[in-house]
């Protein structure tokens, strides 16, 4: 039984340690680049004919 436990935790520490470097790596290294611009797009029987 305590091997069983033993092994349990250290999967699940991989699993929380993984899941931190990946939350870190969003967080920190990836850059922040803001919400999407709006877009309008006016609509025109040439724009809608050429698609």
Same mark, same amino acid.
């Given at each position: 039984?305590?091997?069983?436990?033993? +092994? &349990? %935790?250290?999967?699940? @520490?991989? +699993? &929380? %340690?993984?899941?931190? @470097?990946? +939350?870190?790596?969003?967080?920190?290294?990836?850059?922040?680049?803001?919400?999407?611009?709006?877009?309008?797009?006016?609509?025109?029987?040439?724009?809608?004919?050429?698609?």
């Amino acid at each position: 039984m305590n091997i069983f436990l033993r +092994i &349990v %935790l250290f999967v699940v @520490g991989g +699993i &929380v %340690l993984a899941l931190g @470097g990946l +939350i870190g790596y969003v967080k920190f290294a990836l850059p922040n680049v803001g919400p999407a611009p709006e877009l309008v797009v006016e609509r025109t029987p040439d724009r809608i004919a050429r698609g």
